[in-house]
């Protein structure tokens, strides 16, 4: 396991346990022990690399806590029953390494992202299929020794580390940012003199309210790669017409790796939310019974890329669901609703599944649901979303307390300290005597109590 932010650390502990044949886990430091708990017990590791330090919580204890017996290094502080990185470098005895042949079936790493209670989402990514799409994608991005890439995602991210690994395997220089404020990253951006910078359109919109922006010398910045978020058309407009810098808006998943794309290049004439398939990308769109939609239709989004998952890790259930062998290519079902236009692209609709996309983060309700039934004094909980100007979406609850106890917000944000992460809570409260059924200004509301009361 390893949970840091971004550091060059990071990238020395990861790629150090591919060479020699192990299998990392990235988390992010922000994960808390409730949410450690449902994801480790399926992973069962053998050495945790950690921070001390991240955003006022300490991610090595919450592993502590969790794997009390687990051997661990951290980086940043001396730990009393932990290895500091200095010193484990230093008694490490010399370990020659020799090429390694990597097998078809081999894992490069498992990636763990927000899951529902239950279902935990542990995903097992192939060495070889992960490689060659992140090489493919850089080619088609023309990446080279030229190119100073910037990341705009920290790398226990898919996108993060897919677009280093993007720009590795092109001899470009991978940057990253250490903090993610606006103007520090717009600071970095013109120091380093990138000519690739990958956005989220929350971060986008931050960097456009600094205000020397219209100063700054961007003469060295060719490409605004967006990932991880819808990309509304005046902001695309922004950066591909008055910025006149190259603007790529590409759709995928920690699953799935890289599916569809729009460029300004080609396509500003189109919304960036009509994407196309890459050369190495197929898609299909069904609906729910398997059938292909007609053209215009709204249906579920599957797609094939080398990138493919190779399974759920210990969940059987969700890898049958969601992955299919047609004709000898294996096709995953993205839960994205799509229709197919009369040129061929694909329209991007909104998410199928229950899920709520708060900045770049996925959030599954039924996960904060279950969390928040856990605290003694909670009867009912309904989770649901509304659009955010910053954000995207934002988080809403509605909390029924138990009969004769009084709940306030600080009592929730205190419950779910150090046990979720932080862009889980929800961002409003709602404290009711009898939960919804339905709310006309609130998308998928769902009741979650304990019964009558």
Known sequence: VICTPNRVEWCVAFWACVAIGAVPAPLDPATGIWEMRQLLQHLSPQFAIANA???????????????????????DERREGAVFWSDFLADAPCFPLDKR?????????????????GNPKILAIPHLGFLKSQADMAAYLNFGPHDQVLLGMPLYHQGGFGMSLQALVAGSHALFAQTFGPKAFLDQLCETRSTV??????????ILTVPDIDRR?????????????????????????DLSIRTINVVGSSET?????????????????????????????????????????????????????SRYEANPTLTASSLQNVDGLLWFCTGDLVRQLPDGRIRFLGRAKRVVKRGPNLV??????????????????????????VFGESL????????????????????CRDQISSYKIPDQMHFVKHLPTDQSNVQNPRRHDKGPT
């Open 364 to 389: 599954h309700p039924e996960e904060i649901e279950a969390f928040l039934m856990s605290h003694p004094s909670i009867a009912g909980i309904a989770i649901g979303k509304e659009v955010n100007e």
């Open 101 to 117: 042949l990597v097998n078809e079936d081999d894992l490069l790493l498992f990636a763990c992202t927000s899951g529902t209670i």
């Open 197 to 206: 910078a990958q956005l989220s359109p929350t971060l986008a919109k931050l």
């Open 53 to 75: 330090s991240f955003r006022a919580g300490d991610p090595s204890s919450r592993i502590r806590q969790v794997l009390p017996h687990c051997p661990m290094v951290v980086f």
């Open 217 to 241: 010398d961007f003469s060295d910045w060719r490409m605004a790669y967006f990932a991880g978020e819808v990309l509304p058309d005046d902001l695309a407009e922004r950066f591909w017409r």
């Open 257 to 309: 790796g890289t599916m569809l794309v729009w460029d300004s290049l080609t396509d500003s004439d189109r919304s960036a939310s009509d994407l196309s398939t890459l050369p190495f990308t197929q898609a299909r769109i069904l609906d729910p019974h398997g059938i292909p939609t007609p053209e215009g239709e709204p249906g579920i989004l599957w797609i094939h890329t080398d990138a493919l998952l």
């Open 396 to 415: 809403i609850a509605w909390i029924q307390p138990e009969p004769g106890t009084e709940l306030c917000r600080t009592d929730i944000v205190k419950f």
